[in-house]
């Protein structure tokens, strides 16, 4: 004896689109409750499965988009070559002004002032063991001291 199968519903095709990517993320484990799950429809997704977005298209390249990347460039080569050419130019323009400094320092420092020759500012102090009386000479010890 045969068991009557009732008549199957015909699904209408459902058109298929020109790209599907399917890729299988965390796929949750079967559940033991004894009750199968069902197959999905033709399109849909698993339960638990999510859907990879496509990234979004880069735009073309034309003469605008080349037209951009050339002035960008442009400016950041400008940029470096200023901070560059400016840094250069304060340090030399630091460098003059401290040299003219310092020579105008070692020019100062062998000019005679007009009274030094009168005041015979120019004559060697005598020693200074000669300035000392005789008593007070480093070597002459006090008599407290042993």
Same mark, same amino acid.
């Given at each position: 004896?045969?068991?009557?199968?009732?008549?199957?519903?015909? %699904?209408?095709?459902?058109?298929?689109?020109?790209?599907?990517?399917?890729?299988?993320?965390?796929?949750?484990?079967?559940?033991?409750?004894?009750?199968?799950?069902?197959?999905?429809?033709?399109?849909?997704?698993?339960?638990?499965?999510?859907?990879?977005?496509?990234?979004?298209?880069?735009?073309?390249?034309?003469?605008?988009?080349?037209?951009?990347?050339?002035?960008?460039?442009?400016?950041?080569?400008?940029?470096?070559?200023?901070?560059?050419?400016?840094?250069?130019?304060?340090?030399?323009?630091?460098?003059?002004?401290?040299?003219?400094?310092?020579?105008?320092?070692?020019?100062?420092?062998?000019? %005679?002032?007009?009274?030094?020759?009168?005041?015979? $500012?120019?004559?060697?102090?005598?020693? $200074?063991?000669?300035?000392?009386? $005789?008593?007070?000479?480093?070597?002459?010890?006090?008599?407290?001291?042993?």
């Amino acid at each position: 004896m045969e068991t009557p199968t009732p008549a199957q519903p015909q %699904l209408p095709p459902t058109p298929t689109p020109a790209l599907v990517v399917v890729v299988v993320t965390n796929t949750p484990e079967a559940e033991t409750s004894g009750a199968e799950t069902p197959e999905p429809l033709p399109g849909q997704l698993p339960p638990g499965q999510r859907p990879v977005v496509p990234p979004t298209a880069t735009p073309t390249p034309d003469y605008v988009m080349f037209a951009a990347t050339m002035l960008d460039s442009f400016l950041l080569t400008a940029g470096w070559i200023w901070f560059l050419a400016g840094s250069l130019i304060f340090f030399v323009a630091a460098g003059v002004v401290a040299g003219l400094f310092f020579r105008q320092q070692e020019r100062r420092r062998f000019d %005679l002032i007009a009274g030094d020759l009168e005041d015979g $500012a120019l004559v060697a102090p005598p020693p $200074a063991e000669e300035m000392r009386p $005789a008593d007070q000479r480093p070597d002459d010890w006090p008599d407290s001291l042993p």
